[in-house]
């Protein structure tokens, strides 16, 4: 979709692309990506990043950015030539209650025992207690939390290291490369490619791994 929109821009034609994942890499297998695109045109008030009460093209193209890197781990694509930004997709008639004295602002994204949400909710009383939405295959699911148990979400595409030691070979248009599993999870797994930028991580499916001895 990319190179479609670079090629339509190349003619001076309007158009945009908005993709879970980059040209060079494979998205991950949940839903993320179209449930947060469902969220932005149905309102969700936390899509509403300036919160002027109107969910515009750039806030939608910003918040899978960063949904797909917090929750996922990976990195999505926004692209667009001759297109506004400021296109209003939806209006939200609600507004956040974002208390000075939260220690994690609803919308911020965490990190809970080992995995990665976004906090909907907190609750008045004293010790605090969060809502935190997980992102699934094809739902979303809300937990409680108490704020000792949370830490705010540092990923990013540059801060893991790994042992440059490969336990695998993947396939990547017809060659396969030295690559090192992450994590796993419905069939697939989550590769980093021996040597090079972690921008280069994706899930990848049966047909494009192979392991020692197979």
Not at 44 to 69: F, H, K, Q, W, Y
Not at 126 to 137: A, M, N, S
Not at 161 to 179: D, I, M
Request: with cysteine; net charge positive.
């Amino acid at each position: 979709m990319r190179l479609a929109v670079e090629r339509l821009s190349e003619r001076n034609v309007p158009s945009l692309s908005l993709t879970s994942a980059t040209k060079a890499t494979t998205s991950t297998g949940n839903w993320t990506f179209t449930q947060c695109v469902l969220d932005a045109f149905s309102g969700l008030p936390l899509m509403d990043i300036n919160r002027d009460g109107a969910i515009t093209l750039g806030e939608l193209g910003t918040e899978v950015s960063n949904t797909m890197l917090h929750i996922e781990g990976q990195q999505s694509d926004f692209y667009s030539s001759g297109t506004d930004n400021d296109l209003v997709i939806c209006k939200t008639d609600k507004r956040l209650n974002n208390s000075k004295d939260l220690k994690f602002p609803l919308g911020s994204y965490v990190r809970v025992k080992n995995r990665f949400g976004r906090v909907v909710a907190a609750s008045e009383k004293e010790p605090k207690e969060y809502d935190v939405v997980f992102f699934t295959y094809a739902q979303k699911k809300v937990r409680r939390y108490n704020e000792s148990e949370m830490r705010p979400s540092q990923r990013g595409f540059k801060q893991r290291t790994l042992e440059q030691q490969s336990n695998c070979s993947v396939k990547w248009h017809g060659q396969w490369y030295p690559a090192r599993v992450i994590r796993e999870a419905n069939g697939r797994w989550f590769i980093h490619y021996v040597n090079d930028d972690d921008a280069w991580d994706e899930w990848v499916g049966v047909n494009r791994i192979r392991f020692p001895n197979q």
